[in-house]
């Protein structure tokens, strides 16, 4: 599969890292607002993106209340965290505030920073229309009051705030300066892209919220996302399935094999596709193999993985489709990542050039799918 070049400055643009000096925050960055000249509008008044069911434990949890004791209590406890949500409005102030709070004290992980873990990713409109990359608050204590930004140019716009990946939230509240004017916009109601897979669809190891491919490909599609990645815990379950077919998306995007062996693929592939399909008969399904581990051409063992999970899943693929499924696609693993193999933090999860790498190989097929299907 083809996939455009990236040259350094592309990528560093999209990261929100074009120079050195960008690296080194403004006098203002993690500064307390003052309560008195800021009015604060909580985010649950009107609504959050990327959140598939209101009868949640939890506003901020990904799984309705009812999983609980359904799922496996991995996959219950990993549902709390808030990945892929976001809200979205619009406001001509030249600060913007965050009062945000997290349920765990685990801030950071060895391998993933604490803007990706627990921070909020700040992106604005431009005059283009395309989102883009304001700021990323470095959280250091599970409850956070600091301006987000401060001094922008001038102007109404409009700006989403991506929510913590590897943790939960427990509140957050946008501030503006008061006279600043503020609309709330509430969640899109087109039907979304639905992600279900690992730590790698849940945004492991992104360095903030905004880099994981769900969320990349969101701004690149103009389309909602819900982002129901459980890390280790993708394991292509009917308990899990029991659940997706509750919703009504554009696309199922199936992302399981980096947690499962090929005899776990063979065994429940095809079943989950059922599954989803009794439910959802013509809507479009995406099957994914797993991306390639960066150091797998030293390891027999490795290579030996990525054969049998795959060979069981395209065997799974081409059942289905024997049986009449015109609505199943398939992505292969091998061009996930980059041949340089220079895009993982440990050799497994992606680093924001990985994720944008794999943004990459969706965005064609996830376009042509969609546009199929208008």
Not at 252 to 257: A, N
Not at 275 to 297: C, F, H, S
């Amino acid at each position: 599969m083809s996939r455009p070049d990236v040259s350094r400055r592309q990528f560093l643009q999209v990261a929100g890292l074009t120079t050195v000096s960008s690296l080194t925050l403004p006098v203002w960055a993690q500064s307390k607002p003052s309560s008195s000249e800021v009015n604060w509008h909580d985010v649950r008044d009107w609504g959050i993106e990327g959140k598939g069911w209101d009868d949640t434990a939890k506003y901020f949890d990904r799984l309705p209340a009812l999983a609980e004791g359904v799922v496996r209590s991995n996959v219950w406890n990993l549902s709390r965290h808030s990945a892929g949500m976001l809200v979205r409005f619009k406001t001509d102030a030249t600060d913007i505030s965050a009062d945000y709070a997290v349920t765990s004290s685990k801030l950071a992980m060895p391998h993933m920073p604490a803007t990706g873990v627990s921070g909020l990713d700040l992106y604005a409109r431009d005059d283009e229309g395309e989102l883009r990359w304001l700021s990323v608050v470095k959280p250091d204590a599970q409850h956070v009051v600091t301006k987000m930004c401060s001094g922008i140019i001038p102007g109404p716009r409009e700006f989403c705030v991506y929510l913590p990946l590897y943790n939960g939230t427990e509140s957050l509240k946008i501030g503006v300066p008061k006279g600043a004017t503020f609309e709330p916009i509430e969640p899109r109601r087109e039907k979304p892209i639905v992600f279900y897979g690992t730590s790698i669809t849940h945004g492991a190891c992104a360095s903030r919220p905004g880099m994981p491919h769900p969320a990349i490909l969101g701004r690149r599609l103009n389309q909602p996302v819900i982002n129901l990645g459980f890390s280790g815990n993708g394991r292509l379950e009917k308990e899990v399935g029991r659940f997706l077919v509750e919703l009504d998306p554009s696309v199922y995007v199936i992302d399981c094999l980096p947690n499962l062996l090929g005899p776990q693929v063979e065994e429940r592939a095809a079943p989950l596709v059922r599954q989803l399909r009794k439910a959802r008969p013509t809507t479009p399904i995406l099957l994914v193999e797993d991306r390639t581990y960066a150091n797998t051409p030293f390891y027999v063992e490795r290579q030996q993985r990525h054969e049998h999970a795959r060979e069981a899943l395209r065997k799974a693929y081409e059942t289905l489709k024997a049986d009449g499924d015109d609505q199943l696609f398939y992505l292969p693993g091998e061009d996930l990542l980059g041949e340089d193999r220079d895009d993982t933090t440990d050799g497994s999860h992606p680093s924001d050039l990985g994720f944008y790498r794999q943004a990459n190989a969706f965005e064609p097929v996830l376009r042509k799918i969609l546009a199929s299907n208008t």
